[in-house]
Nanobody, 121 residues
């Protein structure tokens, strides 16, 4: 069983940065970040492989967001720079027991409770 706890969300202005953390307990799996804005479906943001050697990003965040992991702390981070109002959403981290990259949220096995990110213009 894996438990995931997100932190680091908040209210920022456009152009600011935030770093989200996803602290995990249990086995180490690939981890993805997703986000969901009001009235929209949950969408893929980024993913990092179990070993940290492979990362993947949605086109909308490529070049602005960076996913990383600290194996010693069993924590995955999402560094978000140059934030824009369109980044406003609840951000979730999720663990995938599989090893094949996927952007499908239904393929992920464990989810955190989410953290709110609000970007004002």
């Amino acid at each position: 069983q894996v438990q995931l706890i997100e932190s680091g969300g908040g209210l920022v202005q456009a152009g600011d940065s935030l770093r989200l953390s996803c602290a995990a307990s249990g086995p180490t799996y690939a981890v993805g970040w997703f986000r969901q804005a009001p009235g929209k479906e949950r969408g893929f943001v980024a993913r990092i492989s179990r070993g940290g050697g492979n990362t993947y990003y949605a086109d909308s965040v490529k070049g602005r967001f960076t996913i990383s992991r600290d194996s010693a702390k069993n924590t995955v981070y999402l560094q978000m720079n140059s934030l824009i109002p369109e980044d406003t959403a609840v951000y979730y981290c999720a663990a995938d027991r599989g090893v094949v990259h996927t952007t499908n949220p239904y393929a992920y096995d464990y989810w955190g409770q989410g953290t709110q990110v609000t970007v004002s213009s």
